[in-house]
């Protein structure tokens, strides 16, 4: 039985390839909607680039655009990482298609005041602006969430700041009502998206099939940026993983523990304060963190469902 989908995300060159993996896997996810947020670019660019990714696939899946902003910092964008447009080497046309009415933030409300009890994943690949400022409008529709499967904060080190990881940079304010919704949280932090990273062969498979879903993950993955920091053959696909966790979780493992959020101005702005040990001085456990993830699975997973769009 597929499960019912939200992704909230800001694409990005890693959302994209989440929402291919995603719309590629019809007998595990029932895709209800995208909903983006300002993020890696701002926010028309992300919905642009929402609308041209889902026009790629040829699956006409709502897409509705959100907030602009953080709900309390000013936006900072990673235009470095993803280029101006936020698909760097992915080569788009403009999309033609258009964006559901409204504010996604209305339209998560509405989506999940319909939905039975538990019968909601939403996977969060952005900053968590839309789904913190929806849980504070609208308590109610936890009901619907069975979890929030997230891809950001870190163990360890940040990749934004020493402390921190992007999207909970972006939003520290935002993360920390997620994290203390009380609804159950799976974190894929860097600690998992950087154990599994690409490299010549790994692309190679995934261009393979060809067709042009296959030419726009292969482009986005030769481009990346910043490969020498992952030791100069590839990187990582963070926002994937947190996908392949709802495919496939059995291919992944961490630990259940007490998650805070750093949300001072300081250098530690958006660390996320994972209690590892399993104590509770901050407060009980509320979020699985993963930590390790089988590379090979991983890629085999993405790869075999990419191909999917060459047969299409
Ligand atoms: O730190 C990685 C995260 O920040 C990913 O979601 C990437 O898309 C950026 O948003
Ligand atoms: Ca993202």
Redesign the pocket.
């Known amino acids: 039985m597929a499960r019912k989908l939200i992704i909230d995300?800001?694409?990005?060159?890693?959302?994209a390839i989440a929402l291919l993996l995603a719309m590629a896997s019809p007998e595990d996810v029932d895709l209800l909607g995208i909903t983006v947020v300002g993020?890696?670019v701002g926010v028309e660019r992300t919905l642009a680039n929402a609308l041209a990714v889902t026009e790629l696939a040829g699956r006409a899946v709502p897409v509705v655009a959100g907030a602009d902003r953080p709900m309390v910092v000013e936006l900072q964008t990673?235009a470095h990482?993803?280029g101006e447009g936020g698909l760097r080497g992915a080569d788009l046309p403009p999309p033609t298609r258009t964006a559901v009415p409204g504010h996604a933030v209305d339209w998560l409300r509405a989506t999940l005041r319909a939905a039975a009890p538990g019968s909601v994943t939403l996977c969060a690949?952005?900053?968590l602006t839309n789904v913190a400022l929806a849980l504070l409008l609208e308590p109610g529709i936890r009901t619907a969430l069975d979890r929030i499967v997230l891809?950001?904060g870190a163990i360890g080190l940040g990749?934004?700041t020493p402390a921190a990881?992007?999207?909970i940079f972006?939003d520290p304010h935002a993360a920390q009502i997620v994290l203390g919704a009380g609804v159950p949280v799976v974190m894929a932090p860097?600690d998992v998206?950087h154990r599994a990273i690409t490299n010549p062969a790994r692309v190679h498979a995934i261009r393979a099939p060809g067709g042009p879903v296959a030419r726009a993950v292969a482009g986005i993955l030769d481009a990346y940026p910043s490969k020498a920091k992952f030791g100069g053959e590839g990187g990582?696909i963070?926002?994937a993983c947190?996908v392949a966790w709802i495919l496939r979780p059995e291919m992944m493992s961490g630990r259940t523990c007490n998650v805070r959020v750093d949300t001072g101005d300081g250098p530690s702005r958006g660390r996320t304060l994972v209690d590892w040990w399993g104590g509770d001085r901050n407060g009980p456990a509320n979020a699985l963190v993963l930590d390790r993830i089988d590379d090979e699975a991983f890629f085999a997973l993405l790869t075999e469902r990419l191909a999917r769009y060459a047969a299409d």
């Open positions: 995300c800001d694409p990005g060159i890693d959302d993020g890696n990673a990482i993803h690949i952005g900053p891809m950001g990749n934004v990881e992007f999207n972006v860097l998206t990582p963070h926002d947190a």
